[in-house]
């Protein structure tokens, strides 16, 4: 079992930047991959970044790649997802996720779940 708790959301102005953490407890941390999801009002929610257990596989949404970072400390049981040159569309609700399947983009190989963090980009 995996707990995860999101911190780093806020207000930001366009072209801005934020980070993200995603803190976890529980039994081997060490060993899940990590993702990171945002569910925007009215839509689904999708794929932003995913980074394998050693921290050297990582996977971007389209969307997002060459903008957002992905990396995480294994030490201090926390991934961080760095996020530059924010847009208006990159508001939404960000999630972190822990799960077994290395390279996944799909939430539903993501076992654990946090309760997310708001980021709200204005023009």
């Known amino acids: 079992q995996v707990q995860l708790v999101e911190s780093g959301g806020g207000l930001v102005q366009a072209g801005g930047s934020l980070r993200l953490s995603c803190a976890a407890s529980?039994?081997?941390?060490?060993?899940?991959?990590m993702g990171w999801f945002r569910q925007a009002p009215g839509k689904e929610r999708e794929f932003v970044a995913t980074?394998?257990?050693?921290?050297?596989?990582?996977y971007y949404a389209d969307s997002v790649n060459g903008r957002f970072a992905i990396f995480r400390d294994n030490f201090k049981n926390t991934v961080y997802l760095q996020m530059n040159s924010l847009k208006p569309e990159d508001t939404a609700e960000y999630y972190c996720?822990?799960?077994?399947?290395?390279?996944?983009?799909?939430?539903?190989?993501?076992?654990?779940w946090g309760q997310g963090t708001q980021v709200t980009v204005s023009s």
């Open positions: 996720a822990a799960g077994t399947k290395s390279g996944s983009f799909y939430r539903n190989d993501y076992l654990y």
């Open positions: 529980g039994r081997n941390f060490s060993s899940y991959a």
């Open positions: 980074i394998n257990w050693s921290g050297g596989r990582k």
